[in-house]
């Protein structure tokens, strides 16, 4: 949790905030309850799930309890102050905002001159950019870490020139891809490589002419009970170029969540 205390201002009254390591904010439930001038916080902190409420350290002052934003709405809904709607409005459309763009929320009052409000909005500014860098940093050193991986998938030298679904997800997680024969093939069905039907997998037509799939048939038949017998259905398997072609879609697929996330 950030010790850094941002102090905001709802019609004279302080509403304290704070930030989690996720950059989630927190607010001072005192504040709050004080601003929906709810008379029993402590039955009303109980309404909360867990994971709605903890503890935070103030210092001098002691520890003191906190509420996330779920938690928020949730002690908005037990006021019955007529202005809690506005409060709502106020944190949702203001605060809120503020605090995930920019890092932090500018308070001003009539005292403040031009250069007051201004030195306030170069402070959150630096901080912003030190945040910025912090996350791209962040994202390149992820990057740089995949990478690797992702060279060393469009290299598939000596494998065979098919696989089973099975033996590519082995080698797929060896190569630092975790994955699974189930989990594979669900991939393979939702990226439009093979079908199901009758109860067995078959690949798409477009996969077999475009060389990266190809239908094996069986090197064994069955026997039904009255001694005639059968042949298994073909199996699924994947070329050296359709699993490469894979490592490299779900490298990019990793490499773009990665980056998603560093720039949320």
Known sequence: MNNEIQKFDFKGAALRTLTDEAGEPWFVAKDVCDILEISNPSDALKRLDDDERSRFNLGRQGETNIVN????????????????????RWVTHEVLPQIRKTGGYIPT??????????????????????????????????????????????????????????????????????????????????????????????????????GHLVMVPPKTHGTHRDGTTFSFAPTVKITRKGLGLIARRMSEATLQLEYTKAGA
Do not use: C
């Open 109 to 210: 009052s009539d005292a403040d001159d031009d250069m007051t409000i201004l030195a306030k909005a170069v402070m959150i500014g630096q901080r912003t950019m030190e945040e910025q860098k912090r996350k791209i940093a962040a994202q390149q050193t992820r990057i740089d870490e995949l990478q690797p991986k992702a060279s060393m998938w469009d290299n598939f030298v000596d494998i065979p020139d098919v696989l089973s679904v099975g033996d590519s997800a082995k080698l797929l997680s060896n190569l630092g891809r975790p994955i699974g024969r189930k989990t594979l093939f669900s991939w393979l069905e939702h990226n439009g490589w093979v079908f199901r039907e009758n109860g067995h997998w078959s690949a798409r037509q477009n996969r077999i002419d475009a």
């Open 69 to 88: 934003e779920a938690g928020l709405y949730v002690l908005v809904l037990g006021s019955r102050k007529p202005e809690a709607h506005e409060f709502k």
